[in-house]
């Protein structure tokens, strides 16, 4: 988790992709509170929503989101290949 100020954090530990979530409410038995806003698979692209959404945000979240990797990790890796028959 990488909280970005008292209103937005970005959520890491989504197998698909890294998502950044607003504080709709105050936490309680059943929610956390946040409501997702955007789902992003490479990093320049969470950067750009960050930068339209969340308003200030504390420069040691920045550099962590930074050092993410470029792409969300299940992205980069290499999907064995499968090969398909037509039909006759």
Do not use: H
């Not at 059943?30 to 692209?45: D, N, V, W």
């Not at 945000?57 to 050092?67: G, I």
């Amino acid at each position: 988790m990488i909280i970005l100020n008292d209103r937005w954090r970005v959520r890491l530990n989504d197998p698909l992709q890294w998502i950044l979530e607003r504080r709709q409410a105050a936490p309680d038995d059943k929610s956390s509170g946040y409501k997702a806003k955007s789902f992003c698979t490479q990093r320049g692209t969470l950067k750009r929503c960050i930068k339209e959404d969340c308003g200030p945000v504390d420069p040691k979240a920045l550099r962590r989101v930074e050092a993410l990797p470029e792409k969300f990790p299940y992205r980069t890796e290499v999907a064995p290949q499968v090969e398909l028959k037509r039909a006759a």
